[in-house]
């Protein structure tokens, strides 16, 4: 829900965006198109680390690194600059699907997988929601700048992800495996 939160924020607040930073629609286009680029890219990158640090620990990373994503957006003096922030923040909203589907995945009862998938899945709709929500809250008493500040809201859930989510029981007896494995080689 706050990673979607966090991607939809840039739709709400284009127009006010795109007048201050003076780009057209089709730069706004570019600039979604290399928000869900880097989705891609970040989906492999965190993925790939789950792997190598554990599902908690991509996902707590993917987090922050969309919240700093969103945070910078607002401090954009240019279209160069707001297009680095929303490719950062495009690559942690990646990897925090692709770690957090794991982690999920791996944490659930099989019989219950489908079910908290589809609960996962029904966030996008509650994080456009919340999109709208602080737009319409902050942007009128602040401005756009200050939406994407809300943007940083995510990375104190990073925290407490960190302190009270436990690491996939897969992935421990997996590394556990793998270290035997290597302990054996090397003997």
Same mark, same amino acid.
Request: net charge positive; glycine share 14%; charged share 10%.
């Given at each position: 829900m706050l990673? @979607?939160?966090? *991607?939809m924020l840039f739709a709400m607040m284009i127009k006010y965006i795109s007048a201050d930073l003076s780009f057209d629609k089709g730069m706004a286009g570019v600039i979604a198109s290399m928000t869900l680029l880097a989705t891609a890219v970040g989906g492999l990158v965190f993925g790939f680390l789950a792997d190598r @640090? +554990?599902? !908690?620990? %991509?996902?707590v990373l993917s987090i *922050?690194?969309? %919240? =700093?994503? #969103? &945070? *910078?957006?607002?401090? %954009?003096? !240019? $279209? #160069?600059?707001? =297009? @680095?922030?929303?490719?950062? =923040?495009?690559? +942690? $909203?990646? +990897?925090e699907w692709s770690a957090g589907a794991a982690l999920i995945t791996e944490s659930w009862p099989a019989q219950h997988r489908g079910k908290v998938m589809a609960w996962v899945q029904s966030a996008f709709a509650l994080g456009y /929601? *919340? &999109? /709208? =929500?602080v737009a319409a809250i902050v942007l009128p008493l602040f401005g756009w700048r200050w939406v994407f500040a809300v943007g940083l809201l995510p990375a104190l859930f990073a925290f407490w992800v960190r302190r009270h989510t436990e690491e996939s029981e897969i992935w421990v007896q997996q590394k556990q495996r793998l270290s035997n494995r290597l302990r054996s080689q090397a003997q």
């Open positions: 990673d @979607i939160m966090d *991607l @640090i +554990g599902r !908690t620990r %991509s996902m *922050l690194c969309y %919240s =700093l994503g #969103t &945070a *910078l957006c607002g401090f %954009s003096q !240019t $279209v #160069t600059q707001l =297009l @680095i922030f929303r490719f950062i =923040l495009g690559l +942690g $909203v990646g +990897g /929601a *919340l &999109a /709208a =929500l």
